[in-house]
């Protein structure tokens, strides 16, 4: 059997849909500044598209069964249409990604995290770093990568991965025969939190002299070429194969947070998968 192609453009849907809601031609046509003939032809094409009556028009106006159902798609079909607009109106608009992300994050985690935006085509990316999310206006940012988990009003907050913080020094001395005499730590930590650390790894800190905080991961890594110097810092901070490591009980979040209606954009091209991937690797 042949298969009919039937066809109901959306500006007789939309005179349809109006029609129903006043029950008048003559209001109907009004509300779309148009004359009460143009009204009756638009439903005159679409009853001889469906083949059937979509309005009884006794004592007034009001839908048959063929126009009940065919108000329910035309709802649907009209709210579909509206958001087609509307998501075509986001690509036009959306020149730019504005990222803003925690300097004591591992460079080298930054460089992928940046690469992955800038794979998106005609897209321009514009990266800021932050030391505390105190300081940051996030409703100025589409997304944030941050330790701490930011509020979730006007977007969205996720956790991406966890670790511990560590103890950090070059490999060419041992903090338990060497005292150290400077330490350098991440300001997510207080002082005092590092010293518990330090101590519950018996590491003696009578002879430091000199107690830095910073939220540079750059800092971190040219910090560890100083003799006598050791590192507090997330596990992930650091990279340098030289290195040794020594984990503490203390745990940190890598946390990423999305404007409103960014999260769903991003799901839609896979990035946020991708996102989620890099950062269990560095894990």
């Known amino acids: 059997m042949k298969t009919v192609h039937r066809m109901i453009d959306v500006k007789y849907l939309r005179t349809f849909s109006q029609v129903a809601k006043h029950k008048s031609f003559t209001a109907a046509a009004e509300s779309l500044f148009m004359t009460q003939p143009a009204v009756s032809q638009h439903i005159k094409k679409i009853e001889n598209t469906i083949g059937a009556s979509i309005f009884v028009r006794k004592e007034g106006v009001g839908l048959t069964k063929h126009g009940k159902i065919l108000l329910e798609y035309a709802d649907q079909t009209m709210s579909m249409y509206e958001k087609l607009f509307e998501d075509l109106e986001k690509v036009d608009t959306r020149e730019q990604y504005n990222i803003a992300i925690a300097d004591s994050f591992c460079p080298i985690l930054v460089e992928k995290v940046v690469s992955e935006f800038r794979a998106l085509n005609n897209t321009d990316l514009a990266i800021t770093s932050f030391s505390t999310t105190a300081t940051l206006d996030i409703a100025n940012f589409d997304v944030v990568f941050s330790l701490n988990r930011l509020s979730a009003e006007n977007g969205h907050s996720y956790q991406l991965s966890s670790s511990n913080y560590v103890i950090c020094h070059t490999a060419c001395i041992d903090v338990y025969e060497c005292y ?12 005092a939190l590092v010293q518990e650390l330090l101590k519950e790894k018996r590491i003696d800190t009578r002879f430091v ?28 901070s650091v990279r340098e194969p030289n290195c040794k490591k020594i984990p503490t009980s203390q745990q940190v979040n890598m946390n990423v947070w999305f404007s409103e209606g960014m999260s769903e954009d991003l799901d839609k091209i896979g990035l946020k998968t991708k996102l989620n991937e890099l950062f269990e690797q560095a894990h």
């Open 180 to 191: 150290p005499f400077r330490v350098v730590y991440c300001n997510s930590l207080s002082k």
């Open 209 to 236: 002299s000199s107690w830095v905080s910073t939220s540079s991961a750059r800092l971190m890594n040219k910090e560890l070429e100083n003799h006598g110097t050791i590192m507090v810092c997330p596990d992930w």
